[in-house]
C-alpha cells in the first residue's frame, strides 16, 4: 500500500540554524500539507500546497517557515532561522482531490537547542 | 472557524470492556470527519472517516463511529477493547473545500488495564 514517507526520523538542530524537513507524499496525490505537534498538545495545521502553490496557511506559518516541491515527488518544509519553541514533531500529508482523506507520514521529530 | 473538543483527557479501560470517545464539533455545515490514532512515537494513522450517507461508519481494527447532526458529535467505539489498543486518539474534522486543512482535538488517551 502506498505511504507518504519522511526523512529525517529525528533532527537536532542550534537555535538559529536552518532546517529542511523532507517529504515523499503517495505519488498521485496533489495536495500537499504539513502539520506539527509539540509534545503534550493537539496536531495544529501548518500550510497546505496546491499546484505549486500555498493554498491556506495558518498564523503559526509566517515568515521563518517556507515550503517547496522541488521536483515531481519531494515536497519540503523549511525552517530559516530555528527557535527553541519551534521543537515538535512535523507531519507531512497527502490526499488526491484535496477533499478526501489526508494520508500523514511518520513524522520528524525535530529538537531545537 | 472549525474547532473539535475531545472532554476526556484520559480514559482507562479494561481489557475486553466496551468503549467510547466523545468528539465534538464546530462547523458551519456538514463537515468531513475523522478518527486518527497515534502509537507511541508513531505517527497518525487513519482509523475511519464520514463524509456522506450512512451516519454509522465502520472502520479499521473493529472500530465505528456515529455521526449525530443534532448533537455535533462524531463518538468513536468499540465493543470489546484490546491491550493493543493502547493509544492515543483524535478527532478531526475538515472542511468542504479543496485543500481544506483538518482541525484536531486535544486528543484523548486510552490505556487498557490487563
Known amino acids: 500500500e502506498p505511504e507518504v514517507t519522511q526523512t529525517p526520523s529525528h533532527q537536532v538542530t542550534q537555535m538559529g540554524q536552518e532546517v529542511i524537513l523532507r517529504c515523499v507524499p503517495i505519488?498521485?496525490?496533489?495536495?500537499f500539507y504539513w502539520y506539527r505537534q509539540i509534545l503534550g498538545q493537539k496536531v495544529e495545521f501548518l500550510v497546505s500546497f496546491y499546484n505549486n502553490e500555498i493554498s491556506e496557511k495558518s498564523e503559526i506559518f509566517d515568515d521563518q517557515f517556507s515550503v517547496e516541491r522541488p521536483d515531481g515527488s519531494n515536497f519540503t518544509l523549511k525552517i530559516r532561522s530555528t527557535k527553541l519553541e519551534d521543537s515538535a514533531m512535523y507531519f507531512c500529508?497527502?490526499?488526491?482531490?484535496?477533499?478526501?482523506?489526508?494520508?500523514f507520514g511518520p513524522g520528524t521529530r525535530l529538537t531545537v537547542l | 472557524a472549525q474547532s473539535v473538543t475531545q472532554p476526556d483527557i484520559h480514559i482507562t479501560v479494561s481489557e475486553g470492556a466496551s468503549l467510547e470517545l466523545r468528539c465534538n464539533y464546530s462547523y458551519g455545515a456538514t463537515p468531513y470527519l475523522f478518527w486518527y490514532v497515534q502509537s507511541p512515537g508513531q505517527g497518525l494513522q487513519l482509523l475511519l472517516k464520514y463524509f456522506s450517507g450512512d451516519t454509522l461508519v465502520q472502520g479499521i481494527k473493529g472500530f465505528e463511529a456515529e455521526f449525530k447532526r443534532s448533537q455535533s458529535s462524531f463518538n468513536l467505539r468499540k465493543p470489546s477493547v484490546h491491550w493493543s489498543d493502547a493509544a492515543e486518539y483524535f478527532c478531526?474534522?475538515?472542511?468542504?473545500?479543496?485543500?481544506?486543512?483538518?482541525?484536531f482535538g486535544g486528543g484523548t488517551r486510552l490505556m487498557v488495564k490487563p
Open positions: 505519488s498521485n496525490h496533489l495536495y
Open positions: 478531526a474534522v475538515g472542511a468542504r473545500n479543496a485543500g481544506n486543512m483538518l482541525t
Open positions: 500529508a497527502s490526499t488526491w482531490t484535496g477533499t478526501d482523506t489526508q494520508y
